[in-house]
């Protein structure tokens, strides 16, 4: 108990400035599969909304791995991973992210990542029921400290078939993610968008272009703008 109500004071501390939340499209939600993929679930509904194409059905991909348990002696199918396991396959595809470790339980991670419109994904114990761990996608951070904090939940749908198979927005207050939040959290960096390249424009210097009948407009101007556009292949 000790320990839970120390956590809510700092969290309290860390309040936000300014509430902001990330919106993720209902398009861009992935809900969880079989043998709990709820991190990989969150990562790819971040890569959707952030149109990461990389990102774009890996929960999909991730089902299709299995893994030799000696135990069993067979290969097994086996989605669950923690922050440490995204981080690892980001590195691979290159996208740049912010990573803390269970047990840290600073929350400036969190509340950095909504204020910027980011969202984190976080590890949660004795979620959904007392045992099970779990991974959600924190969407906003409270600007005082009784606001909610709202985060996607991939295994809380709002139909269980249908267009409706839609993971939901949930809301909890700082006691309840004090007493779940494990101190893991990710943050995925969106890429920054490539700038378009302008036509690379050339100076031609004319001579004034005089009237030749008497309403001609006289043009006195000595430079024109013209895109410099390569030479057509022989």
């Given at each position: 108990?000790?320990?839970?109500?120390?956590?809510?004071?700092?969290?309290?501390?860390c309040?936000?400035?300014?509430?902001?939340?990330?919106?993720?499209?209902?398009?861009?939600?992935?809900?969880?599969?079989?043998?709990?993929?709820c991190?990989?679930?969150?990562?790819?509904?971040?890569?959707?909304?952030?149109?990461?194409?990389?990102?774009?059905?890996?929960?999909?991909?991730?089902?299709?791995?299995?893994f030799?348990?000696?135990?069993?002696?067979?290969?097994?199918?086996?989605?669950?991973?923690?922050?440490?396991?995204?981080?690892?396959?980001?590195?691979?595809?290159?996208?740049?992210?912010?990573?803390q470790?269970?047990?840290?339980?600073?929350?400036?991670?969190?509340?950095?990542?909504?204020?910027?419109?980011?969202?984190?994904?976080?590890?949660?114990?004795?979620?959904?029921?007392t045992?099970?761990?779990?991974?959600?996608?924190?969407?906003?951070w409270?600007?005082?400290?009784?606001?909610?904090?709202?985060?996607?939940?991939?295994?809380?749908?709002?139909?269980?078939?249908?267009?409706?198979?839609?993971?939901?927005?949930?809301?909890?207050?700082?006691?309840?993610?004090?007493?779940?939040?494990?101190?893991?959290a990710?943050?995925?960096?969106?890429?920054?968008?490539?700038?378009?390249?302008?036509?690379?424009?050339?100076?031609?210097?004319?001579?004034?272009?005089?009237?030749?009948?008497?309403?001609?407009?006289?043009?006195d101007?000595?430079?024109?703008?013209?895109?410099?556009?390569a030479?057509a292949?022989?």
């Amino acid at each position: 108990m000790t320990r839970r109500l120390s956590i809510v004071a700092v969290l309290a501390l860390c309040s936000s400035p300014a509430r902001a939340e990330l919106i993720i499209d209902p398009d861009c939600r992935v809900a969880n599969i079989s043998s709990g993929y709820c991190a990989w679930c969150n990562l790819e509904m971040l890569g959707r909304q952030y149109r990461i194409k990389s990102l774009h059905g890996l929960v999909k991909r991730r089902a299709k791995i299995r893994f030799w348990r000696p135990a069993e002696n067979n290969w097994v199918e086996d989605g669950s991973a923690g922050v440490v396991d995204l981080a690892a396959e980001l590195d691979k595809l290159e996208l740049k992210y912010k990573l803390q470790h269970s047990g840290s339980l600073d929350p400036r991670i969190i509340m950095d990542a909504c204020a910027g419109d980011l969202g984190a994904i976080v590890s949660v114990r004795n979620y959904p029921a007392t045992g099970d761990h779990h991974s959600i996608l924190v969407t906003s951070w409270p600007q005082a400290p009784d606001d909610d904090i709202t985060f996607i939940d991939c295994n809380a749908l709002w139909s269980k078939t249908g267009k409706d198979k839609v993971p939901q927005v949930r809301a909890c207050n700082l006691a309840w993610f004090a007493k779940h939040w494990t101190g893991a959290a990710l943050v995925l960096i969106p890429p920054t968008p490539k700038p378009v390249p302008k036509p690379e424009v050339t100076y031609v210097s004319r001579r004034p272009i005089r009237p030749t009948q008497p309403d001609y407009p006289f043009k006195d101007a000595s430079i024109e703008y013209q895109p410099k556009v390569a030479p057509a292949a022989r």
